[in-house]
């Protein structure tokens, strides 16, 4: 079976088509103009080539990553040479002086820097959720300790032992003690008085 590929352009380049040259490759591949990648949401690609300007690289990636979850490689055209990555979240580059096989391996190339964006996103997103959890933890234990006149050390002991007996999690202890003290500082509303008449 061929790998699906889809070339989303704004505006083609004319002198070295990469569609044609995929295609050459024995790569199925679907054209479509940039402003209309959604319209191909529920169909599956192995990989995205971007055949877009470097000035318009930053957008069109951002819509490719809201639309689809493949490995992004860009046709480059640029005359001048790459002083900088031009996004963290392209995956390869392809330009017309390669010839099939270094195209072949590029994209070999792309499939794996794509696999590990992923497992770096991934890890980032699981740090940066367990970064928060110890966040509100430590601000309920600090809470709790000011609050008892206990140890720190002792009110997060304190925060262990209910999450256990009650089988949630250290966090959600956490978030609910924190509720409980906002609850307790915020005034209580006066309800109005009814006069007898």
Not at 30 to 49: C, G, Q, Y
Not at 96 to 123: A, P, T
Not at 126 to 134: C, G, H, N, P, W
Request: aromatic letters at 8%.
């Amino acid at each position: 079976m061929k790998t699906r590929v889809l070339h989303v352009h704004d505006i083609p380049t004319p002198k070295c088509r990469v569609d044609q040259k995929l295609k050459e490759l024995n790569y199925r591949v679907s054209s479509i103009e940039a402003n209309a990648m959604d319209t191909l949401k529920s169909t599956r690609f192995e990989f995205m080539v971007l055949d877009v300007p470097a000035c318009r690289l930053k957008q069109w990636l951002y819509e490719a990553n809201n639309h689809y979850n493949v490995p992004l490689v860009w046709w480059c055209e640029e005359r001048k040479p790459a002083t900088a990555v031009p996004h963290d979240k392209i995956d390869g580059v392809l330009c017309c002086g390669m010839n099939d096989n270094e195209l072949q391996w590029s994209l070999l190339v792309s499939i794996k820097n794509y696999q590990r964006r992923l497992h770096l996103e991934r890890e980032y997103s699981f740090l940066a959720t367990k970064f928060e959890e110890r966040k509100v933890v430590d601000n309920a234990k600090i809470m709790l300790s000011t609050i008892n006149n206990m140890s720190e050390t002792k009110a997060y002991e304190m925060m262990r032992t209910q999450a256990m007996a009650e089988r949630r999690k250290l966090v959600d202890v956490a978030q609910s003690v924190l509720a409980g003290v906002q609850d307790s500082r915020r005034p209580m509303e006066r309800t109005p008085s009814r006069r007898n008449g």
